[in-house]
């Protein structure tokens, strides 16, 4: 079911929350067997770009100034909230141009959205932040500020069917919240994803010279994970990527079925480049 908005008004929104230079965000876990589905909401997982609203500007997860436009922030409240910008499914790469444009470009701003899901310095717990952060939104007014839905479900079956139909409608994957936590930053099962694929992020390194139709070109990318060990990508990699390869330092993310017992990825295969990322997601 879709939250039910309470109307009353809740204490923290007659107060100004103070400016928050640096939020560290909540971050992700992947979904494991045992997770107790009746503490947490469910919702979509937006393909785009985190940004947190810090009372003054967006920052990105990375901690760098998103440079939006002044419209598009225009009487946002000094309350600081959690967000993705996010242009509909499978636009994350035009998402990513846009954002990191350091000149913004206002008809790709004016078909963005910031889906906002959490107010950090709110003190209370995921279902009472959720009730406020409705109000809020109500109270900016733009259509550009939307509350990301959040809702519930009976059994691990009906939230797996419910995967496999949004992913087969372009969404990216589903968000699981737990509803009786407060925000804090960095990784817990506060917040855990849930894809049909799973993904990492590693640091190119250096290049596998290709052969065959490929010769002249990258046949591979040498990448880094976390832990420091390295491995070869190769597939998924595209024509256009193998004549000019992401550049050395560069963070991609790529899909894996899951882990050998080395540590490393199971049948890895390029995803995209991730611009302006400057930390890397590390594996279980």
């Known amino acids: 079911m879709i939250w039910a908005v309470s109307q009353s008004i809740d204490a923290y929104a007659k107060e100004v929350a103070p400016v928050a230079e640096e939020i560290s965000p909540t971050l992700a876990n992947a979904f494991h067997p045992g997770v107790a589905l009746d ?3 469910v919702s979509e997982k937006y393909d785009g770009i985190r940004a947190i609203w810090n009372g003054r500007q967006l920052i990105s997860r990375q901690g760098l100034v998103i440079a939006a436009p002044a419209w598009f922030t225009a009487q946002w409240p000094s309350q600081p909230m959690d967000g993705e910008l996010w242009a509909g499914r499978g636009r994350f790469e035009w998402v990513q141009s846009t954002v990191a444009s350091a000149s913004p470009q206002e008809m790709q701003w004016k078909k963005m959205r ?10 209370g717990l995921f279902t009472a932040r959720q009730q406020a ?17 959040q809702w ?13 139909r949004m992913t087969a409608q372009g969404a990216e994957g589903l968000m ?6 407060p925000y804090r930053g960095g990784r817990s099962d506060d917040l855990i994803k849930l894809k049909t694929t799973e993904d990492a992020e590693a640091v190119v390194v250096g290049y596998v010279p290709g052969k065959g139709k490929y010769e002249g ?3 591979a990318l040498v990448v880094a994970m976390p832990s420091g060990q390295t491995f070869r990508i190769g597939s998924g990699l595209s024509d256009v990527l193998r004549a000019q390869p992401p550049a ?13 017992a080395s540590g490393l990825p199971r049948f890895a295969r390029f995803w995209r480049v991730r611009e302006g990322a400057s930390d890397v997601a590390k594996a279980p």
Request: proline share 6%.
């Open 39 to 41: 503490q947490y909401w």
């Open 114 to 123: 910031y889906m906002v899901f959490d107010m950090p310095l709110h003190p």
């Open 133 to 149: 952060l409705q109000e809020l939104v109500n109270t900016i007014n733009q259509p550009w500020v939307q509350w990301a839905p």
């Open 152 to 164: 519930q479900v009976d059994s691990h079956q009906q939230l797996h069917a419910q995967l496999r």
């Open 176 to 181: 699981l919240r737990r509803a009786n936590a």
């Open 217 to 219: 070109m990258t046949g």
């Open 248 to 260: 050395i330092g560069s963070v991609i993310s790529y899909k894996h079925n899951g882990w050998h």
